[in-house]
C-alpha cells in the first residue's frame, strides 16, 4: 500500500514538472533596436583643385628663362616663362615693313585711278577698259593693305605670345619643359592648379551612391588639422565604375576652408549624417503568415506569453535578415526561432543559455 502510493506521488510530481517545463517553454529572442534606415558614412579621400590647367605657349620657340618652381603661389598675370623673342621681334618688324610697302601701293593705285578719272570720258585719251583695269589695281591694292595690316597685328600679338602669364590664383603643380628647351606651339610648359575652388576626391561604394545623391551638405574634416570642421556639398558623382575596386569618384567642393588651411594632397574624411525613417533588424527566422500578412511573435516577460503582431518589411539583407519599417517598438522582445509551433497564451520564457 505505501508503495503504491509512493508511485502515485512521484508520477504526480512528474506531471506537475511536465506542466511547469510546458508553461515556461525557452525561446530564442531578439530585442529590437531601431536605427536609421540610411547609416552615417564615412569616406577617406584627398584634398585637390577643382581646376588644373596645362598652360602652354600658343607660339613655337626657345625657353628663355623661367621664373617659378613646383609649388610656387602664383598669382592672375604673373609671368611663368619667357620664350627668346628674336624671332618674334623680327616676325613683328617684317610684318610692319609689308604694311609700309601695301600702303605705299595701295596709295600709288588711287593717286593712279584719280588722274586717270579726272579725263573724263569725254576726252579722246579716256579709254573705258583702261579705267576699269586702273580701279581693278587700286581696289587689289588696298585689299593687299588690309591683309598686311592684319598679319601685322598677328606678329604683334605672337610677340605677346612669347612671355606665359598666370590667368588664375594657383600653385604650379608640374614644370615639364626646362630652359633652353625648344618649343612647339601648345607643348605643355607648365601645370597650373587653381586654388579658388577646392574639393575632396572620394570613392563611394556602389550600395551608398543613392545615399550621397541624396546628400545636401556633408562634413569635411582633416587628418592634419584634427579640430578643423569644414562644411562641403557633392559636385560630381562619377559615372562609371572603377574596374578595380568597383567604386565611383566623387568631388566634394568645400565651401567654408579658411585661406591657408588646406593644402592640395591632404587626407581628408567625408562624413554623411545617418537619415531616413527608423528600422528594425531581425532574423528572417522570426517572421510568420498571419491571412498573408507578416507578422512577428512579441513576447511579454511579466505574463510569459506572446502575442502575434502583424509588420511591414522593408526588405531583406543578403545574410539572412529583415528589415521591419513598421510594427515594432524600441525595446520589444521579439521571439526568433521556432515561431511556426507558438500558439496563442503559451508559457514562454527567453532563452538564457549559449547561443548555438
Not at 597685328?153 to 628647351?181: K, M, R
Not at 570613392?203 to 562641403?232: F, Q
Request: net charge negative; proline share 4%.
Amino acid at each position: 500500500m505505501r508503495r503504491c502510493s509512493l508511485l502515485i506521488v512521484l508520477a504526480l510530481m512528474a506531471s506537475a514538472t511536465a506542466v511547469a517545463d510546458e508553461a515556461a517553454r525557452p525561446v530564442r529572442v531578439q530585442t529590437v533596436a531601431l536605427l536609421p534606415s540610411h547609416p552615417s558614412l564615412t569616406l577617406s579621400g584627398s584634398v585637390q583643385a577643382r581646376i588644373q590647367a596645362d598652360l602652354a605657349f600658343r607660339v613655337a620657340g626657345k625657353v628663355l628663362r623661367r621664373s617659378v618652381e613646383i609649388g610656387d603661389l602664383v598669382h592672375t598675370g604673373q609671368v611663368l616663362a619667357e620664350l627668346d623673342p628674336a624671332d618674334l621681334t623680327f616676325a613683328a618688324q617684317s610684318a610692319a615693313a609689308a604694311v609700309q610697302t601695301a600702303a605705299a601701293d595701295a596709295a600709288n593705285a588711287t593717286a593712279d585711278l584719280q588722274r586717270y578719272d579726272r579725263l573724263g570720258p569725254n576726252s579722246p585719251a579716256y579709254v573705258p577698259s583702261e579705267y576699269d583695269r586702273r580701279q581693278s589695281v587700286q581696289r587689289m591694292a588696298a585689299g593687299r593693305l588690309v591683309q598686311a595690316q592684319r598679319q601685322l597685328a598677328l606678329a604683334q600679338n605672337q610677340s605677346a605670345y612669347g612671355s606665359l602669364t598666370a590667368d588664375a590664383e594657383g600653385v604650379i603643380t608640374a614644370l615639364p619643359v626646362q630652359v633652353g628647351q625648344v618649343v612647339t606651339a601648345g607643348q605643355t610648359v607648365a601645370t597650373l592648379a587653381h586654388t579658388d575652388t577646392v574639393e575632396v576626391l572620394v570613392d563611394v561604394p556602389e550600395n551608398r551612391l543613392d545615399d550621397i545623391r541624396a546628400a545636401g551638405e556633408v562634413s569635411i574634416s582633416l587628418w592634419a588639422r584634427p579640430g578643423a570642421l569644414l562644411h562641403g556639398r557633392v559636385r560630381e558623382i562619377g559615372a562609371l565604375a572603377d574596374t578595380a575596386s568597383r567604386t565611383y569618384a566623387a568631388r566634394v567642393t568645400v565651401l567654408d576652408a579658411p585661406p591657408g588651411l588646406l593644402a592640395l594632397g591632404m587626407t581628408a574624411s567625408v562624413s554623411l549624417a545617418a537619415s531616413g525613417a527608423e528600422i528594425a533588424t531581425l532574423p528572417a527566422t522570426a517572421l510568420v503568415d498571419r491571412a498573408g500578412h507578416p507578422a512577428l511573435w512579441v513576447l511579454d516577460a511579466t505574463s510569459q506569453t506572446a502575442s502575434l503582431r502583424p509588420v511591414d518589411v522593408a526588405g531583406f539583407t543578403g545574410d539572412g535578415r529583415v528589415l521591419i519599417s513598421h510594427g515594432v517598438a524600441e525595446g520589444e522582445t521579439i521571439i526568433t526561432a521556432g515561431v511556426q509551433q507558438i500558439t496563442p497564451g503559451m508559457k514562454l520564457v527567453a532563452w538564457a543559455g549559449a547561443a548555438r
